[in-house]
């Protein structure tokens, strides 16, 4: 079956990086367009980056645009969430998402303070 399982959050303090990973099984992954998504507590679950099947673009929302990157390694059917410059306003639940799929991994929980 479908299934995506992420890994590499953390405590880590302001200006800090993390890594965050999702594995994807049960699909062809290098077929699909893959999301990140975060949800911080009492918030909405918000689209943080895309990137595409065919082309590999990346989009990015504006709040993480220029310190976050995505990327994926299609031979291990992994996505990738570069975080660099990390502010304690980027403190959530980080999820990866098989759009057409309707797929979510567990989540993997990143908090970032002093």
């Known amino acids: 079956q479908v299934q995506l399982v992420e890994s590499g959050g953390g405590l880590v303090q302001p200006g800090g990086s993390l890594r965050l990973s999702c594995v994807a099984s049960?699909?062809?992954?290098?077929?699909?367009?893959m999301n990140w998504y975060r949800q911080a507590p009492g918030k909405e679950r918000d689209l943080v980056a895309t990137?595409?099947?065919?082309?590999?673009?990346?989009t990015y929302a504006d709040s993480v645009k220029g310190r976050f990157t995505i990327s994926r390694d299609n031979a291990i059917h992994t996505l990738y969430l570069q975080m660099n410059s990390l502010k304690p306003e980027d403190t959530a639940v980080y999820y990866c998402s098989a759009p057409r799929l309707g797929a979510w991994g567990q989540g993997t929980q990143v908090t970032v303070s002093s």
């Open positions: 049960g699909f062809s992954f290098s077929s699909y367009t």
């Open positions: 990137i595409r099947r065919l082309d590999g673009t990346t």
